[in-house]
């Protein structure tokens, strides 16, 4: 039962445009969600994270948008970097049971093209 | 050494090996996590140590044996594996508090099992 979806194996953008990472999920008790970037050969980084009471946060060119109704959340990097190319993941929280255990979605490979 | 280091970062055994992966932490965590990523899949929790104390066991098999002589030391026992267990094992920490739940990771130790 994957309840952290990333129906996107991949998406390709242009260097200087926005580039937006879908997630859906299926549990209504995850609370807090985030986002890692990973690249190569080395472990996933954290990016940026939101918390169920907000809608909406901002670090950066990073943005990202939670619509808890939908159970949807979504990652806008903007303006996109070639920098910005490598698999990102989004991760669920349910606070309310082990607190730091974490559901990962498949994964999106994000390309930024120069 | 800062962040979370994991050793080594490649290994090749066979069926019949002995061996253990190894991960450090250096952020003052009190929680550390193993992970395992097969290809094309999402990331599996495997283990979770809150305080050196063993608070999950996500249904692994006992050809994988953790271990956490504390807080900031992590250890993955491995014996009589399988090639279907060849796999990217990551390793993370967090802090455990009553919001945020960042994991931060290592790089990871890329098994092949022959």
């Known amino acids: 039962d994957q309840q952290v979806k990333q129906n996107s194996p991949s998406l390709s953008v242009q260097e200087g445009r926005i580039s937006i990472l879908n997630c859906d999920y299926t549990?209504?008790?995850?609370?807090?969600f985030l986002w890692y970037k990973k690249y190569p050969a080395e472990g996933p980084t954290f990016l940026i994270s939101i918390s169920s009471i907000k809608d909406k946060n901002e670090d950066g060119r990073f943005t990202v948008f939670l619509n808890k109704s939908a159970k949807h959340l979504s990652l806008h990097i903007v303006p996109s970097q070639p920098g910005d190319s490598a698999v990102y993941f989004c991760?669920?929280?349910?606070?309310?049971?082990?607190?730091?255990?974490?559901?990962f979605g498949e994964g999106t490979q994000l390309t930024v093209n120069p | 050494e800062t962040g979370v280091t994991q050793t080594p970062r490649h290994l090749v055994m066979g069926m019949t090996n002995k061996k253990s992966l190894k991960c450090e932490q250096h952020?003052?965590?009190?929680?550390m996590y193993w992970y395992k990523q097969s290809a094309k899949k999402p990331l599996e929790l495997m283990f979770v140590?809150?305080?050196?104390?063993?608070?999950e066991n996500n249904s692994v098999p006992s050809r994988f044996s953790p271990e956490c002589p504390n807080s900031s030391h992590l250890f993955l026992h491995l014996h009589t594996l399988q090639p279907e267990d060849s796999a990217l094992y990551l390793c993370?920490?967090?802090?455990?508090?009553?919001?945020?739940?960042?994991?931060?990771f290592g790089p990871g130790t890329r098994l092949t099992v022959t």
């Open positions: 993370a920490s967090s802090q455990v508090r009553d919001s945020a739940y960042e994991q931060y």
């Open positions: 549990n209504s008790m995850f609370d807090y």
């Open positions: 140590y809150n305080f050196k104390e063993q608070t």
């Open positions: 991760a669920a929280s349910d606070s309310g049971t082990s607190g730091s255990r974490l559901t």
């Open positions: 952020l003052g965590h009190n929680a």
